[in-house]
């Protein structure tokens, strides 16, 4: 039984290690080879959990040849983009001029109910609204509309938005993010005091802060410090 | 391209420690075999002391050389080979010539199957 706990423990932490190495972009939007690695990873992981009969490498070096070739695929299609062609396959117009592109079509296996319910999604629907539609290669559909039918932008109204920036977190349930404040050119000084404005004496009752690209400090009190 | 060249150096290492598991397999499971060999005629001899002798020995030999078999090789696989071994045993202090022949006979056969099973050929591969 312990050994079961152990080896679980043992793949999960490896399992967990490897996808961290393929990349951040794998698990949002996986290309088909990547989703391979991940259905082949799972299984790997899976067996030498179950059984303990089988060597636990046996589940290990699989797991990191797959993560290695993955990894490499990855580095061989950022550096051509004609193994990019091959491996993660091109983006295919299936709209073109609010006109639907039959070959192409056919040539995804695509059905009209699909493409009108990926439209849907994209709260689209009347196809003579779409300039271009793009099977993209992840499987999912871009649409771009017609320039008229664009959602009004400021730009459009010749107006200039104030600029907001990227609010910066600098205190998460009571500890604060010296990276985040450096990163603002601030201190603790600054900080302490800003709260201290607040009638804030203790850091460790604040649960969130963050400032704005306006300098001002957004924060929320611990329930227990209300 | 760090974590390529990482990655190519543990695939590297990976692919040495095969090369080096499957050449120790095969010496490994020489020496054995050579071993059960040598049980084997005494036994033909009818040399039953030298028989226990040796078959002592292969036990001793087998806790060396396969101790760290069950890191890359199927658990199931090293304890059929362990239970054949106690039967050896057994049968080569009862003196039962037949049984003990027929034992060794199929342990030697456990043991050439395994480096026979991990080696790279086409065979194996499909």
């Known amino acids: 039984m312990l050994l079961v706990i152990i080896r679980t423990l043992i793949l999960y932490a490896t399992t967990v290690l490897l996808l961290r190495v393929m990349g951040k972009r794998q698990i949002g939007q996986l290309q088909p080879y990547e989703l391979v690695v991940i259905i082949m990873i799972s299984e790997l992981a899976a067996i030498p959990m179950q059984n303990t009969g089988i060597p636990l490498l046996s589940g290990l070096i699989p797991i990191f040849i797959l993560v290695t070739a993955q990894v490499t695929l990855s580095y061989i299609s950022l550096k051509s983009e004609r193994a990019r062609g091959v491996i993660c396959g091109t983006p295919s117009i299936v709209i073109e001029n609010s006109r639907i592109v039959e070959d192409e079509l056919r040539r995804q296996r695509l059905n009209l109910n699909d493409l009108l319910e990926q439209l849907r999604l994209k709260n689209v629907s009347d196809i003579s609204d779409v300039e271009y539609a793009i099977l993209e290669t992840s499987g999912q559909l871009s649409v771009i509309l017609k320039s008229e039918k664009r959602p009004v932008e400021p730009q459009d109204l010749k107006i200039s938005p104030e600029y907001e920036g990227l609010p910066i977190t600098l205190i998460i349930d009571g500890q604060v993010i010296n990276d985040n404040l450096k990163k603002v050119q601030l201190d603790m000084v600054w900080l302490q005091n800003e709260l201290g404005k607040y009638g804030i004496k203790n850091i460790k009752d604040v649960f969130f802060a963050s400032l704005d690209a306006h300098k001002q400090l957004y924060y929320q009190l611990k329930s227990s410090a209300q | ?126």
């Open chain 2, 1 to 126: 391209m760090r974590l390529l060249t990482t990655l190519t150096v543990i695939l590297a290492l990976v692919i040495g420690m095969g090369i080096w598991f499957n050449h120790s397999l095969q010496t490994s499971s020489g020496d054995l075999t050579r071993q059960i060999q040598l049980v084997s005629s005494t036994i033909r001899q009818q040399d039953w002391e030298t028989a226990v002798k040796h078959s002592e020995k292969l036990e001793k030999l087998w806790e060396q050389k396969a101790k760290w078999w069950p890191v890359f090789l199927d658990h199931q696989e090293m304890d059929n080979i362990e239970f054949s071994l106690a039967r050896v045993k057994e049968y080569v202090t009862s003196k039962d010539d037949a049984l003990s022949l027929g034992q060794l006979s199929e342990l030697k056969l456990m043991i050439e199957h395994i480096p026979r099973k991990e080696a790279v050929n086409l065979t194996n591969i499909f």
